[in-house]
């Protein structure tokens, strides 16, 4: 079955940089756009970032534009969020989502969280 | 930039009953629209794309209808693991991609 295994989440100092990893497995990687989406504590959810099936294109919300990377690695079945420059306004759960055919996303994992305090 | 509205913001509904929630777009669409449901410490679970077609596995008192800017998910005779928060997502216009605020309902 189709899974999303986040991890390398944790508390991080502002200005500091922190790699989220996704972990996939169940089917074939490489033929889908994967997405980050995260969740601030109590608020709503928040689209991040996606990277296209052949990691050729990445797109990035207006918030993290130039600090975040989104990148695959496909022989390890791997989605990647490289954050720099880290803002305690990124505090959040942190999602990687599958991103279907017709756009919407039907496998997401359990969620990172990730906590931006001095 | 496509935003979503959701209205209302928290319903209350005694189960057995029917909820029906709203989400608007600012920008027609098409049915591009998917619903999602999300518990406490879990993560968002696909319930509706296109519109009105059912994810795996969702039991059938989930429903969706509409197209271009107004959009509806209804759930029939509401059971106990149905209080949660819901969300829409506009996928027509897909960058950037856009969640509504959610809507909460939870037990009259």
């Known amino acids: 079955q189709v899974q999303l295994v986040e991890s390398g989440g944790g508390v991080v100092q502002p200005g500091r940089s922190l790699r989220l990893s996704c972990a996939a497995s169940?089917?074939?990687?490489?033929?889908?756009?994967m997405h980050w989406v995260r969740q601030a504590p109590g608020k709503g959810l928040e689209w991040v970032a996606v990277?296209?099936?052949?990691?050729?294109?990445?797109y990035y919300a207006d918030s993290v534009k130039g600090r975040f990377t989104i990148s695959r690695d496909k022989s390890k079945n791997t989605l990647y969020l490289q954050m720099e420059s880290l803002r305690p306004e990124d505090t959040a759960v942190y999602y990687c989502a599958r991103g279907e055919n017709g756009g919407e996303f039907a496998y997401w994992g359990q969620g990172a969280l990730v906590t931006v305090s001095s | 930039e496509i935003v979503l509205t959701q209205s209302p913001a928290t319903l209350s509904v005694s189960p057995g009953e029917t909820a029906s929630l709203s989400c608007r777009t600012s920008?027609?669409?098409?049915?591009?629209l998917a619903w999602y449901q999300q518990k406490p410490g879990q993560a968002p679970r696909l319930l509706i794309y296109?519109?009105?077609t059912r994810a795996t596995g969702v039991p059938a008192r989930f429903s969706g209808s509409g197209s271009g800017t107004e959009f509806t998910l209804t759930i029939s005779s509401l059971q106990s693991e149905d209080f949660a928060v819901y969300y829409c997502?506009?996928?027509?216009?897909?960058?950037?991609?856009?969640f509504g605020p959610g809507t909460k309902v939870d037990v009259k």
């Open positions: 169940g089917f074939t990687f490489n033929i889908y756009a």
């Open positions: 920008q027609t669409i098409s049915t591009n």
């Open positions: 997502h506009q996928y027509n216009n897909w960058l950037p991609v856009a």
């Open positions: 296109a519109s009105s």
């Open positions: 990277i296209s099936y052949d990691g050729r294109n990445q």
